[in-house]
């Protein structure tokens, strides 16, 4: 009961009566999965023995409805009626099984989409705690197993327990003695092995869930550093890293499969035995077996339908348990994902300034702090660069910038609103962002400078003006197919400088208020950078430009330079104001270099 609250918890609201359908589908095949057995027998007395149809309850029930008097009864009748029931009865289960896995694969598809929502919503200290293959894996492969081994598997039990129980009631009417044997037996048989390799399976989940994890982890590690172990020949090593979590994956997934066909076998050796065993001593005892041929024929006809039932609701409890901690597990991620209720802040014009006020960072975990007492203020329009030596603050300022992090302490203003604490909800058409390192997706040249935006519309006019700007163009046009092009792993890998322009492209797409670049002429020859920065600072270019940078050199073109070492804000001012400063920091960075 339990598990079954967590998924009906798991499943979203909206998706609530469709749940409720497929449960009066399982009802209304379980009513025609009892109505099917219960039609062989009259069937099988008509053809052998017409005038024993009335010495069973079966066959007298049968007889009141159909009004005939059995020696009237048409066989072919009755037989095409046994055939319709049959044939309703597999169309019904097809169309059963069916909608349950197109219900559990579209599910999983729906709660993979409110996964990662919530792990963004958690974020980007979340998202930095773990390995970006972690998410990934999660989201593409333990969602679909939690939802193909938890919920689907509580779909088939409720299924085919449902018909298991409408056909023993239908047994147990023929024949309480018999069936009660019968079902006592397999009742003790499956508990006996569930209760017995429960813990097994239980373990063999988190087995798997762990392990997968891990070989999706050291896999990455192994194509991430390429070069390196090309170069030390240490292939073998990662290789082997990746097989050994594989295997203990696959020697968990090994029982998952094996346990829950185990019961199956037995049961039905008990079950046919039992049968075999009343015409068997009727013969032998010298009484009339040919009587018999109607209810062994039912109790066979109802073995055939209900022992796969059986063994199918025993391995869906085997696979439930087996996969109950990554159901578990989504049902927590998506009940944090749910409770987050952090406050947004839109913005969608800077109409006045930016403030820091006394800002300081702490990250998670960390005794001390990585920025603290930062105070400046940005003014629409300007164009202020923030240097500083490596692990100075410099990208946290800017993480607490755009929003990403709420500073420890202190306020930051925009336009006199505080947003500390808020999620800054960016509208694309105020801030425009180049990371350091750009991602360059699978697309093409367009898709990547669009970034976010389906290939139907995408304005290539615009992709071509931001890749003048970002002097990307001339890379641009000797390429293949042009701004089609398709980049990436499976097309055209870039340079390092020529990513770098791209993702200011990008930045620049939706011709944002604030444009904001973290490092982003590192992989530049100065010539370039020296050209960007012109373009990035001149008057005519009426935007707000916050750029970190370790380019010395292009700093007399910005309107103002923060200087922060050790997480301190030591200086401010235009250039000339903080000459001695920015000597002082080249002078340090080159003696440590």
Known sequence: MRFLILVFRIVPKDWHRRFFMLVCLYVVLGIFEMLGVASIMPFVALLSD???????????????????PVDQLPVHGVGLVVLCLFILGNLLGLASMWLSIRFSARLGVRLAGDISIGF????????????????????????????????LQLCLVVSKTFQVALVVALLAFVSPVFSAVFAFVAIVMYTLFFRVLRKR?????????????????????LFSSAKEVLVRGNLQYFANRVCSWLLKGHHA????????????YLIELIAFSMLLSLPIYRSWSGGDYRALVPFVALFAYAGYRLLPNLQQVYASLSILKFNAAAVEYLGKCLDEARSIKTPSFRIEHLQRDIVFKDVGYSYPGSEGTAISGISFSIAKGEKIAIVGLSGSGKTTLLDILLGLVPPTTGMVLIDGADCSGKKIDWSPSTIGYAPQAPLILGASVAENIAFGIYPGAIDQERCQEVADFALVSDVVANLPQGMSTLLGDDGIALSGGESQRIAIARALYHSPEIVVLDEP???????????????????????????VTHDWEVLPAFDKVVLVDAGKLIGIGTHAEVACLVEDLRRREAQEG
Not at 50 to 68: C, D, E, T
Not at 202 to 216: D, K, P, R, V, Y
Not at 536 to 543: N, R
């Open 50 to 68: 017409p005038s024993a149809l009335g010495k069973s309850s079966i066959g007298q029930l049968f007889l009141k409805m159909s009004s005939v």
């Open 120 to 151: 963004f919503a958690k974020g980007l200290q979340f998202l930095r705690s773990q390995n970006p293959t972690i998410h990934a894996n999660y989201m593409v492969r333990e969602i679909d197993r939690a939802v193909t081994g938890g919920i």
């Open 253 to 264: 997934d090994e029982v998952s499969r094996v346990y829950p066909m185990m019961p199956k």
């Open 201 to 221: 399976m239980s373990g063999a989940g988190e087995e798997i869930l762990h392990a997968n994890g891990n070989a999706a982890r050291a896999a990455t590690d």
């Open 521 to 547: 002429s590192s992989a530049l020859d100065p010539i370039l950078s020296a050209r960007l920065f012109e373009r990035l600072c001149a008057q005519g270019f009426e935007k707000t430009v916050i750029a």
